[in-house]
């Protein structure tokens, strides 16, 4: 293990709960890993050591989404158990914690916003559905036919990479006066 300021296991289960008090939803243990691992203070396998050990002791409960995604969630025993021990966490530590939750949760949100999807025609070309959706109402929607399946991933990679720049490309696009006829 590192020489950081989370020594032992039970420092990173502390660190592992205080991290999940500030999640307003559940989520992956991808996405966990990537809230806790700041600083290589410890490294996978004890995250994943302590992380079990949450989830066994009843302080990180394991549920699934629609889709049939595995997501985590602090109970509330877990809840306490960071309240009591987030002053044994340095300062600096709970900042960096706070700013990696900030960072994933706006990621998991970006991500559950754009939607894309692709159906095969009868001919051999395929029709991609490519979408962002605020929480109210769909704020952009493309349909496009292509030719082929590499070119279905394309399509959805890169609208997944890039989808407010495309969004704001199409809204120049559209609004440009050397459209408008006089």
């Known amino acids: 293990m590192s020489t950081g300021y989370l020594r032992d296991k039970s420092d990173i289960k502390y660190f592992i709960l205080f991290a999940m008090s500030y999640l307003p939803f559940p989520v992956s243990e991808p996405d966990l890993l990537d809230i806790c691992l700041i600083d290589d203070a410890f490294g996978y396998f004890e ?19 629609e889709q049939g995604k595995t997501l985590y969630d ?6 306490e158990a960071a309240k009591i021990f ?16 900030i960072r994933v949760v706006r990621k998991i949100r970006r991500d559950a916003s754009i939607i894309t999807t692709d159906t095969p025609n009868g001919d051999g070309t395929y029709q991609v559905h490519l979408a962002i959706n ?9 349909d496009v ?12 990679e890169n609208f997944r990479k890039d989808a407010e720049t495309i969004y704001s490309e199409i809204l120049k696009i559209l609004l440009s006066e050397t459209f408008q006829q006089e």
């Open 86 to 101: 987030e002053g044994d966490l340095r300062m600096s530590v709970r900042d960096k914690a706070q700013a990696a939750v």
């Open 145 to 156: 036919m292509v030719l082929n399946s590499r070119q279905c991933a394309l399509l959805e």
């Open 47 to 65: 995250f994943s050591e302590a992380f079990a050990e949450l989830r066994q002791t009843g302080h990180v409960r394991q549920m699934e989404d």
């Open 134 to 142: 605020d929480k109210d109402a769909q704020v952009l929607a493309l």
């Open 74 to 79: 602090i109970t509330p025993v877990g809840r």
